[in-house]
């Protein structure tokens, strides 16, 4: 078989049925086989054989390759500065004293699979891992089980993208591949889909409104340059993925990633740069070499902006592949991520990964349609309020009185204070580790009662939806559900999209409770507090947990009413008081 080989200042990419290549003992970095023999000559110890020329010197960390007071992962015997493995954000924290380093640890799911560790693909250069079937889009392929990654490319930030265009059959020249055109960003926000005043991300298109992203990733004041949180920890598209790609001046196509080992020859010859990745255009069957300056992910419902009717044949016949291949490859990706999270053991650094969102997120084109008409039909109207009380709790707006907020047409505009859905006011909070009960939310300014806490956001599916993904989560063994119903045909489920509110844990005896509200139209479900809550406090609020079966899940919130089990109603404080008195003595009557 022919050898691919392509040279890159310095280091070279060659394909995985070649020995070129052994990997150090004492830093696991690969290296030139001849190379490594020549720096390990002078060696006449054998256990010296295969260690590079830093290592000789003595351990160094594979992070910073500095040596230094290093400790040692607790699965192998790679050791780092803990300042260096503690930053990496693949790192796992068992304990104060003990972590699994990165390379045992996925870089794009963060789990840690036992069973499934010969799937690992691993860098050459750092000890961060992927599976085979996560590799992010930019990683180059050194061996069968062996990549440079994206973050080592120099000058990845200053590289041009390629502006080759797909065929068609218009009659106007296309530009060239080797045109250079700036990078660019979509005039839409990512969160909420509205356009205005955005904040643009300097490593891909993606544009936010300040507003619709965590408070620690908003840009702030004085600061000029911005990276989205996808951007910040590294998030690539991964091979076989659907991306929307901006081709020069031309409209935004679907293209599908592709591995580099499964490219044309002529293809993979094509001049790039290393931390570019090939796609084909959908459509077109073209090759092109792209970078994600101007790619962002096909979500479902995707129709891609008006066109003329010269290319209408070819684009109408690219969005058709997009939508069956993404409808193939998301069922796979699903059941893969569920594989890799039952096997996963729980981090104490940081909780489960899942995708920040602000507003719930409709799961398909259906349920999408399906709350247009909604809003058309359950469409509030504007309140009559003349008092100076502007819709607050002690005015008389009958759009409070039956749970229905304000449209944005209220007379008051945004000094409403019968929009706090819409506006997202909520009291500060924050994520910790709580004893038992994994990561919880606690209050950080004191809260009064009938305050909105909390919007319950997630993704938008309906019955049959809730029946398969139960069903998937059985099969892998997952126990932990975030399924909240709103309504018959409309359920929340907030394990791959939720905001804060997800961390609230269960009580017996809770601090707040669910209310169910009409905002803009679409019934919503906010946590609203029942008491007076005090900063520090925890925020909690009963699950009314539906168990399926006979087994019983162990209720650990430790209120003096606890029932003992999720969804059995909790005990009267007063029966406790009754029953720990001790029993009357009875008086026997004279006959």
């Known amino acids: 078989m022919k050898v691919k080989v392509q040279e890159y200042k310095d280091y070279y990419i060659s394909d995985y049925n070649t020995k070129l290549y052994t990997a150090c003992s004492g830093c696991n970095g690969l290296f030139h086989t001849t190379c490594l023999e020549n720096q390990s000559t002078s060696d006449k110890k054998p256990r010296q054989r295969n260690i590079c020329a830093e290592c000789r010197e003595g351990p160094v960390c594979p992070l910073c390759r500095k040596g230094g007071d290093l400790k040692s992962c607790a ?23 003990c972590f699994v380093c990165p390379y045992h640890v996925c870089g794009s799911c963060e789990a840690r699979p036992e069973a499934n560790i010969k799937n690992f693909v691993r860098c050459v250069r750092c000890p961060q891992s992927f599976h085979e079937n996560h590799l992010p889009a930019g990683c180059m392929r050194i061996s069968k089980r062996h990549i440079l990654c994206f973050r080592h490319h120099k000058g990845f ?3 041009e993208p390629i502006a080759a265009e797909p065929k068609t059959k218009s009659k106007k020249k296309a530009k060239s591949s080797s045109d250079i055109v700036p990078h660019i960003n979509v005039p839409f926000c990512f969160q909420c889909t509205f356009g205005g005043d955005l904040i643009c991300c300097e490593g891909c298109p993606a544009s936010f409104h300040n507003d619709c992203v965590p408070e620690e990733n908003q840009l702030k004041e004085g600061e000029v340059s911005w990276l989205c949180p996808d951007c910040i920890v590294g998030k690539k598209p991964f091979v076989g993925d659907i991306v929307w790609v901006k081709f020069g001046n031309y409209r935004w196509w679907p293209c599908q990633v592709v591995d580099e080992l499964d490219l044309p020859d002529n293809i993979f010859s094509k001049p790039h740069k290393p931390c570019q990745f090939p796609a084909i255009c959908l459509g077109t069957n073209e090759f092109s070499w792209l970078d994600m300056s101007r790619v962002y992910s096909y979500e479902d419902g995707d129709k891609g902006a008006g066109y003329s009717s010269s290319v209408s044949k070819s684009f109408k016949l690219a969005l058709i592949e997009a939508k069956e291949l993404h409808r193939e490859v998301k069922p796979m990706k699903e059941a893969l991520l569920q594989e890799i999270s039952a096997l996963e053991k729980p981090s104490t650094k940081k909780p489960a990964p899942y995708k920040f969102i602000k507003v719930n997120v409709p799961y398909n084109a259906a349920m999408k349609e399906y709350e247009k008409q909604l809003k058309l039909e359950r469409e509030p109207f504007p309140c009559d309020c003349t008092g100076p009380d502007k819709c607050s709790a002690d005015s008389s707006c009958i759009n409070r009185v039956l749970l229905t907020e304000c449209p944005p047409s209220c007379r008051w505009g945004k000094e409403c204070e019968n929009r706090r859905f819409q506006l997202k006011q909520y009291p500060a909070t924050k994520l910790v580790k709580t004893e038992g009960r994994g990561w919880g939310l606690i209050a950080c300014q004191d809260i009064i009662p009938g305050s909105l806490v909390h919007e319950y956001v997630g993704e938008i599916i309906d019955e049959v939806e809730v029946e398969r993904r139960l069903h998937q989560y059985q099969m892998s063994g997952i126990t932990d559900y975030y399924m909240l119903t709103v309504e018959n045909s409309r359920i929340i489920d907030a394990k791959p999209k939720a905001n804060h509110a997800r961390f609230m844990n269960h009580s017996c005896d809770p601090n707040c409770e669910t209310q169910k509200w009409n905002v803009c139209g679409l019934t919503c479900i906010g946590l609203f507090a029942k008491r007076h809550v005090k900063s520090g406090e925890e925020l ?19 209120s003096s009413n606890c029932s003992g089990f999720l969804g059995l109603p909790a005990k009267k404080i007063v029966e406790a008081k009754e029953s720990s008195q001790p029993p009357k003595k009875k008086i026997k009557r004279r006959k």
């Open 75 to 97: 699965q192998c015997p790679f050791k780092y500065h803990e300042e260096c493995v503690l930053s990496h954000m693949s790192t796992q924290v068992l304990s104060p004293t």
């Open 157 to 159: 930030k200053d590289l």
């Open 540 to 558: 909690t609020f009963d699950y009314q947990f539906d168990t399926r079966g006979q087994q019983k899940k162990a209720c650990l919130c430790g």
